[in-house]
């Protein structure tokens, strides 16, 4: 491993890495517009020339390899005219409108201005002129003069979604970013092109001009969207614009791991987040009154379902329950435990989103679209659609007095018909979700649950990594975790499950379960922990 000096720092870095490389390493920042860690090194922008003792010229840092005993610089004063002119450089064409771009305040073009360009501009000619506010995909829009043609978003095109959409055409001055002609940017991953375009040229058509960026708050967290459970930034702003608007979440970014998803997120995720204030969300308890709903108090609701649980008990009546693999991990032990103590619980089916094919692909994107099923299998659930097709079998024969349902089952492999047949041979059907749809419009009462972004717990991915997913928001309405709504219901039934907060039940779950021994929500590592999952066999379902 060669060792070199950056800065009067000596460091070792591994043999065949660039200075630029070394640099992050060492906690040294070079300023970078085209290199990018996730994608191959070009060297076109410039901005990182360092000075190598021994070389008459300067050197870029992100296409440099180190060599034993190489002595950096990256602070001299020659490294610092040379950033000034190169910025002058990318900014000779363009139209320095930060007032009204919508890149302002994460644009590295600003940033590294104030750091070290500050320079009386010497231009005297007219800036040339290029295609502005161009509709480049669904999700994208370009201002080619804004772009100093870094190709990080070609790059992106060619090597990571392998979709070849974009090119730089014409030459010199005249060089322009473009989508291929008749070629519109709409791969699955496209927005990425937004996070990793380093100025205000490409930007994201749902939230430009709707916030500024410094009003944003930032809650790392977990994508619901499917069971790869890529990382993600959730970026709020409850004060202002999006609250006039009555969206408190602006946007989702990829957060980095270097196990799931690099940098990367795609773009059925990314705007996964619509539904957390859409307006068919459920924020109060309610029970049906002829064709429609009527709000009811939590306390009215709680005791009205206690009721009617020790009612069929006493009957000899079934109480079923088909759960969902977008419960947390929490929510699921909860359920688990709630059912064994007061429904006389069987394994109970959680139910898949969908079961039909959606799009997926080797990348990131996968066939499951829930978020927790290889937590639900873990804990002892059934996640084959046989466990949701034998609870209804038993509904359609009458078996079935009393049916809870967790989130929307329609449209996952079952005929509406079917579905309304099975609902309708139940003498009450409890629907607890988020948002109002076609399975909740069948029910008889409807239980108003937390969406993800709204509550703190775990899921577990489909190769078994446990990440923690941070709470961004406060529930909507009177909207609870679903553990809650459970937890409240079991006071009632005057048997009450003593959790408090999910950590509770992370450590109770911790305390049984070979899987999770030792573990604890709140030390779970940002970038998740790998389950040994040999433990598993026998555990009871
Ligand atoms: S649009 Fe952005 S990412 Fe693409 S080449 Fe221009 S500056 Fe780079
Ligand atoms: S691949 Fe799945 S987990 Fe990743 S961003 Fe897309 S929907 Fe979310």
Request: aromatic share 10%; net charge negative.
């Given at each position: 491993m060669?060792?070199?000096?950056i800065?009067?720092q000596?460091?070792?870095?591994?043999?065949?890495a660039t200075?630029?490389q070394?640099?992050?390493?060492a906690?040294i920042?070079?300023?970078r517009?085209?290199?990018?860690?996730?994608?191959?090194?070009v060297?076109?922008c410039?901005?990182?020339l360092?000075?190598i003792e021994g070389m008459p010229?300067?050197?870029?840092?992100?296409?440099?390899?180190?060599?034993?005993g190489?002595?950096v610089s990256t602070?001299?004063e020659?490294?610092q005219?040379?950033?000034k002119?190169?910025?002058?450089?990318?900014l000779?064409n363009h139209?320095?409108?930060?007032p009204?771009?919508?890149q302002?305040?994460e644009?590295?073009?600003?940033?590294?201005?104030?750091q070290?360009?500050?320079?009386?501009p010497?231009?005297q000619?007219?800036?040339n002129?290029?295609?502005k506010?161009?509709v480049v995909?669904?999700?994208?829009i370009l201002?080619?003069?804004?772009?100093?043609l870094?190709t990080r978003c070609?790059?992106?095109?060619d090597?990571?979604?392998q979709t070849?959409?974009?090119?730089i055409f014409?030459?010199?001055?005249?060089?322009?970013?473009?989508?291929?002609?008749g070629?519109?940017?709409?791969n699955?991953?496209s927005?990425?092109t937004?996070d990793?375009?380093?100025?205000?040229a490409?930007?994201?058509?749902d939230?430009?001009?709707?916030t500024?960026v410094w009003?944003?708050?930032?809650?790392p967290?977990v994508c619901?969207?499917c069971?790869?459970g890529?990382?993600i930034?959730i970026?709020t702003n409850t004060?202002?614009?999006?609250?006039?608007?009555?969206r408190?979440v602006a946007?989702l970014k990829?957060?980095?791991?270097?196990?799931i998803?690099?940098?990367?997120i795609?773009?059925?995720?990314r705007?996964?987040?619509?539904?957390?204030?859409?307006?068919?969300r459920i924020?109060?308890?309610?029970?049906?009154?002829?064709?429609?709903?009527e709000?009811?108090?939590?306390?009215?609701a709680?005791?009205t379902?206690?009721d009617?649980?020790?009612k069929?008990?006493?009957?000899?009546g079934k109480?079923?329950?088909i759960?969902?693999?977008?419960?947390?991990?929490?929510?699921l032990?909860?359920?688990?435990e709630f059912s064994r103590?007061?429904?006389?619980?069987?394994?109970?089916?959680?139910?898949?989103?969908p079961?039909?094919e959606?799009?997926h692909?080797?990348?990131?994107?996968?066939?499951?679209r829930?978020?927790?099923?290889?937590?639900a299998?873990?804990l002892g659930?059934?996640v084959?659609?046989?466990?949701?097709s034998k609870?209804?079998?038993?509904c359609?024969?009458?078996e079935?007095?009393?049916?809870f349902?967790?989130h929307?089952i329609l449209g996952?492999g079952f005929?509406s018909?079917y579905i309304d047949?099975?609902?309708?041979?139940?003498r009450?059907?409890?629907?607890?979700g988020?948002n109002e749809?076609?399975?909740?419009?069948?029910?008889h009462?409807l239980l108003?649950?937390s969406t993800?972004?709204?509550?703190?717990?775990?899921?577990?991915n489909?190769?078994?990594?446990?990440?923690k997913l941070?709470?961004?928001?406060?529930?909507?309405?009177?909207s609870?975790?679903?553990?809650?709504?459970?937890?409240?219901?079991?006071?009632?039934l005057g048997?009450a499950?003593?959790?408090?907060?999910p950590?509770?039940i992370?450590a109770?779950?911790?305390?049984?379960?070979?899987?999770?021994?030792?573990?604890?929500l709140?030390?779970?590592p940002?970038?998740?922990l790998?389950l040994?999952?040999t433990a598993?066999a026998?555990e009871p379902?």
């Open positions: 060669p060792r070199i000096t800065d009067e000596e460091i070792e870095v591994a043999a065949g200075i630029i070394a640099a992050d390493q906690g920042d070079i300023p517009y085209c290199y990018h860690p996730g994608l191959s090194i060297g076109v410039r901005i990182c360092v000075e010229k300067l050197q870029v840092a992100c296409y440099t390899p180190v060599a034993e190489m002595v602070k001299s020659r490294v005219q040379a950033r002119h190169v910025l002058e450089f990318l000779a139209p320095i409108d930060c009204v771009c919508d302002a305040g644009c590295w073009l600003q940033e590294y201005y104030m070290f360009g500050l320079y009386d010497k231009m000619e007219d800036k002129k290029k295609h506010a161009v995909g669904p999700h994208v201002d080619a003069e804004r772009c100093i870094c070609v790059r992106f095109c090597e990571i979604s070849h959409e974009l090119g014409n030459r010199g001055d005249h060089a322009e970013l473009m989508p291929m002609p070629v519109a940017l709409e699955p991953y927005v990425n937004v990793i375009c380093p100025v205000g490409l930007t994201e058509r939230f430009r001009f709707k500024r009003y944003l708050d930032t809650t967290s619901a969207g069971s790869t890529c990382n930034e970026h004060e202002r614009t999006y609250k006039a608007e009555g408190r946007r990829p957060r980095y791991n270097a196990h998803n690099q940098f990367w795609c773009d059925e995720g705007y996964s987040f619509l539904h957390v204030d859409a307006d068919n924020t109060r308890p309610a029970v049906r009154k002829g064709e429609g709903f709000p009811v108090s939590w306390q009215e709680l005791r379902l206690a009617d649980i020790e069929t008990r006493h009957g000899g109480i079923g329950v759960g969902s693999a977008q419960m947390t991990v929490e929510d032990y909860v359920l688990r103590r007061f429904l006389g619980g069987d394994k109970i089916p959680v139910h898949l989103r079961f039909e959606p799009y692909d080797d990348f990131l994107i996968s066939k499951d829930t978020p927790n099923t290889r937590g299998e873990l659930f059934s084959s659609p046989a466990g949701i609870m209804l079998e038993a359609h024969k009458g079935i007095e009393l049916l349902v967790f929307h996952r005929e018909g047949e099975a609902f309708a041979k139940c009450q059907v409890i629907f607890i988020s749809q076609a399975t909740s419009e069948r029910a009462m108003p649950a993800w972004v709204e509550k703190e717990g775990s899921f577990v489909r190769d078994s990594r446990i990440q941070n709470q961004a928001l406060a529930p909507l309405g009177e609870k975790p679903e553990w809650k709504i459970l937890r409240d219901l079991s006071r009632v048997n499950l003593a959790y408090f907060e950590g509770d992370f109770e779950l911790a305390a049984s379960h070979p899987t999770f021994q030792g573990l604890s709140h030390d779970i940002a970038d998740g790998l040994s999952t598993v026998g379902g």
